[in-house]
Nanobody
Framework: QVQLVESGGGLVQPGGSLRLSCAAS????????MGWYRQAPGKEREFVAS???????NYADSVKGRFTASRVMAKNVIFLQMNSLKSEDTAVYYC?????WGQGTQVTVSS
C-alpha cells in the first residue's frame, strides 16, 4: 500500500512564502506523474499544479507566476514553492499520484 505524506503547511501573513513537500512510501514517487490540489471551506477541490515523471509542469491560472512545482529525483520528493501568498490561497493542500492521495496539509494566509 502506497502512502503519500505532505509537509510544510502553516500560518503565514499575506505576501509571505511557504514550501510544501510530498513523499511516498516504498520509493515509488519517482515513477509517478504528480499533482497538487487544494480545497477551501465550502468549495470544491481544485487543481493547483502538476508535474510529470519527466519534470514538465502545468499550473492553474490563479497561481501561475506565484507557485512553482518541482521534483528532486535523488530524494524521491516533489515540492510546491508558494510565493506572494494571498488570503484566497487559504486551503488544505493535497498531493496526488495515480490513485493515491495524501492526508493534506493546512495552509492559512491571514494577518
Amino acid at each position: 500500500q502506497v502512502q503519500l505524506v505532505e509537509s510544510g503547511g502553516g500560518l503565514v501573513q499575506p505576501g509571505g512564502s511557504l514550501r510544501l513537500s510530498c513523499a511516498a512510501s516504498g520509493g515509488v514517487l519517482n515513477i509517478m506523474n504528480m499533482g497538487w490540489y487544494r480545497q477551501a471551506p465550502g468549495k470544491e477541490r481544485e487543481f493547483v499544479a502538476s508535474i510529470t515523471r519527466f519534470g514538465s509542469t502545468n499550473y492553474a491560472d490563479s497561481v501561475k507566476g506565484r507557485f512553482t512545482a518541482s521534483r528532486v529525483m535523488a530524494k524521491n520528493v516533489i515540492f510546491l514553492q508558494m510565493n506572494s501568498l494571498k488570503s484566497e490561497d487559504t486551503a488544505v493542500y493535497y498531493c496526488q499520484g495515480e490513485q493515491y492521495w495524501g492526508q493534506g496539509t493546512q495552509v492559512t494566509v491571514s494577518s
